[in-house]
């Protein structure tokens, strides 16, 4: 969402480079977070597990801006 006219489309406010900021180091924040949380549940199948994750997470993003965009 860094691009600012997909930010401007989506969130209906002007990008800064302030909040692009924010979410870089949130998007950050929260992969650490995932990876912390599937570290500590079984160290042998932690990295399937993780990439699981990550993949999941992209489909419930994907579905969430199609239903904002289709709402528009």
């Known amino acids: 969402m860094t691009m600012t006219k997909h930010f401007r ?3 209906n406010t002007p990008f800064t480079a302030k909040k692009g900021k924010r979410f870089t180091v949130l ?3 929260l992969l650490l ?3 912390v949380i599937v570290a500590y ?3 042998a199948m932690m990295s399937v597990y993780w990439v699981s994750y990550l993949a999941l997470n992209i489909f419930i993003v ?3 801006n199609a239903s904002c965009s ?3």
């Open 70 to 72: 289709s709402t528009q």
């Open 9 to 11: 489309s989506v969130l």
């Open 41 to 43: 549940q079984n160290t």
């Open 27 to 29: 998007g950050w924040f």
């Open 33 to 35: 977070v995932s990876f």
């Open 62 to 64: 994907a579905l969430i």
